[in-house]
């Protein structure tokens, strides 16, 4: 599985766009990009999803460029409640395992 | 709504006394889950099931195990808990073959260890 680096911490102010980048340098031709938000105490949820080029979705936007060995979560407008930790995870779409990187703990502030 | 269910949320279990924590999904989904979530660290994969088939991580002590009898349920057993094992419990499901990879998961269990 490929390994992913994140920032380990982000902070944002209410109202502005985020962008979270991870590195994937080892990813491989079939592996997928997917993104989590985990809140406190609670269990990861899914965000997006993309392979290649640019994914977006009514809650974010996955920037992949060319070669594939990073990708950048896009948070339009964050708002408290999208205060979480993001984690980036690359696999293909058949496998049935994943590993979780470190992880960037966002923090918007009022 | 189709969900992950665990039970209990908060788990307390005395050290080397055999504590069981389940799991229910109402999704149909053949792929099941668990994972150990360590307070400010990443979810960490301990098995999964792909229908019947069990599949344990290279790094998973013996001291865990699983079952899942039917679909529906899966269950995680620590046979002698230490007091290392006091974590958050993840239990997840994802549908194989669909063309968007996407793991649901349940709220989990918070065991403590005394």
């Known amino acids: 599985l490929a390994k992913t680096t994140q920032p380990i911490s982000m902070d944002s102010y209410e109202g502005q766009e985020v962008n979270i980048t991870c590195s994937h340098n080892?990813?491989?031709?079939?592996?997928?990009i997917t993104w989590y938000q985990q809140f406190p105490s609670q269990g990861p949820r899914f965000i997006i999803q993309?392979?290649?080029t640019k994914v977006t979705n009514e809650v974010a936007s996955l920037f992949i460029p060319a070669d594939r060995k990073s990708s950048t979560l896009s948070l339009p407008r964050v708002s408290l409640s999208d205060t979480a930790v993001y984690y980036c995870?690359?696999?293909?779409?058949?496998?049935?395992?994943?590993?979780f990187g470190t992880g960037t703990k966002l923090q918007v502030i009022p | 709504d189709a969900m992950v269910i665990q039970n209990p949320r908060y788990q307390v279990t005395q050290f080397g006394k055999p504590v069981t924590l389940s799991c229910s999904q109402t999704?149909?989904?053949?792929?099941m889950y668990w994972y150990q979530q360590k307070s400010s660290q990443a979810p960490k994969l301990l098995f999964h099931?792909?229908?019947?088939?069990?599949?344990n991580e290279a790094d998973t002590p013996d001291n865990f195990q699983s079952r899942r009898p039917n679909t529906s349920f899966c269950f995680l057993d620590i046979r002698s808990p230490g007091l290392g094992d006091a974590a958050m419990y993840l239990c997840?499901?994802?549908?194989?073959?669909?063309?968007?990879?996407?793991?649901?998961f349940g709220p989990g269990t918070r065991l403590t260890v005394t």
């Open positions: 997840a499901t994802s549908r194989d073959g669909v063309s968007s990879y996407e793991q649901y």
């Open positions: 995870l690359v696999g293909d779409m058949g496998y049935q395992k994943v590993t």
């Open positions: 999704l149909n989904h053949n792929v």
């Open positions: 099931y792909y229908d019947k088939d069990f599949n």
């Open positions: 993309g392979y290649k």
């Open positions: 080892n990813i491989a031709t079939n592996d997928y």
